[in-house]
């Protein structure tokens, strides 16, 4: 049997909500989402922009470098010794011939000594050994000898004749390295480095001095690698002194180095400079400017140079569309601030200057600050 339980006062029930009620708002929600949201805009990027207007340039370059001999020697001993006597020093002017330093000849003086008596012992050898042949050779005709007793004397006199001449060969070598051991100029000019002290013990073949050759002089500059992609008008060179930009002299190209700088990225040129003023001496600075034929080129700022892939690139604006688009270009030279484009720009192309980092392919831009 059921019993029914009353409820307490507190217990009242509330009235209930109506099914259909429950249903709406349970089948709203469901609805608002099969509903496709609408796509947010991209939002257009601000960028700074210049209008490509080609420009004719037919300007000149201009260098600073260093006035050089053209001809320059490494001087050292060929012999080994302590060096005894310094008698010039770096800025010194000598002629062919003169003394630079001395060695310690003590022990080259030793040697030339024994060779001396090693020549005397040799010409007394051949003389004993020249007698007894000639006493020989008479016997042999008289037939008091025998042949072997002559054929013997013969050989001891060839033997004599080698050996006086192995001696006079010793001697002029002890002679040679006695000599060397003073280190003379072998032409006139001037010494630009020196590597020896008095008391220094210097070994063969080991660079002691650097001399300068009077004559010719070149002018040195360390050209960047990208001058070469301009076109030069011819190899003339002006010359003009840093200090004193009056003294002037003319050049001409007269090498260029075939391999670049690791560090520098630079070509080394050698300017030969025609009648140097003697003004230009040695270690000068010089400034040298050559002039570059007339070209068209489109000059854009550090800034609007990008990458697709390895190769280098430029944002265009489209004028109708007003979006971003990367453009491949050729590169022609990279000056102090500024880029030189050889191909892949015509005129009136809008290129992004600045804000270009964070652009992507065909996103709409606004810009401001143009210069054309």
Request: with cysteine.
């Amino acid at each position: 049997m059921r019993r029914s339980i009353p409820y307490p006062s507190a217990w009242t029930p509330k009235p209930a909500i109506p099914a259909a009620l429950v249903l709406a708002i349970l089948v709203a929600p469901l609805g608002g989402c099969s509903e496709p949201s609408a796509a947010p805009a991209e939002r257009a990027a601000f960028v700074h922009t210049q209008v490509v207007q080609p420009q004719d340039s037919s300007g000149a370059l201009t260098l600073t470098g260093e006035v050089q001999a053209r001809f320059r020697a490494d001087l050292s001993f060929r012999v080994s010794g302590r060096v005894l006597e310094r008698l010039v020093d770096v800025g010194a002017h000598v002629t062919a011939g003169d003394l630079l330093a001395r060695l310690d000849p003590v022990e080259q003086q030793a040697d030339f000594e024994a060779a001396n008596a090693g020549l005397a012992a040799a010409e007394a050898q051949l003389r004993v050994a020249q007698a007894t042949f000639d006493r020989q050779t008479y016997l042999l005709s008289s037939g008091f000898t025998t042949r072997t007793a002559y054929d013997q004397a013969q050989e001891e006199l060839r033997s004599a004749q080698s050996t006086l001449e192995s001696a006079k060969a010793e001697l002029g070598r002890a002679r040679e390295a006695l000599g060397d051991t003073e280190l003379h100029a072998r032409a006139a000019g001037l010494i630009t480095a020196r590597n020896l002290e008095v008391g220094q013990v210097v070994q063969a073949a080991q660079s002691v001095f650097t001399l300068a050759q009077d004559g010719d002089r070149d002018a040195v500059f360390d050209v960047p690698e990208s001058m070469f992609l301009r076109d030069l008008e011819g190899g003339r060179v002006s010359l003009a002194l840093v200090s004193n930009p009056d003294v002037t002299a003319v050049g001409y190209a007269r090498e260029i180095s075939p391999s670049v700088d690791a560090k520098s990225s630079t070509i080394r040129v050698k300017v030969a400079i025609q009648n140097p003023p003697a003004a230009m001496a040695l270690g000068s600075a010089v400034a040298g400017t050559a002039g570059t034929r007339p070209t068209t080129e489109i000059s854009l700022p550090w800034t609007a140079l990008m990458a697709a892939g390895s190769k280098p690139a430029v944002w265009i604006v489209d004028p109708k569309t007003r979006t971003a688009t990367l453009r491949g270009v050729t590169v022609e030279a990279y000056e102090s601030g500024a880029v030189l484009i050889k191909n892949g720009l015509e005129t009136g192309d809008r290129v992004v200057i600045d804000g270009g980092k964070l652009l992507s392919a065909g996103q709409p831009v606004t810009f401001g600050g143009d210069r054309s």
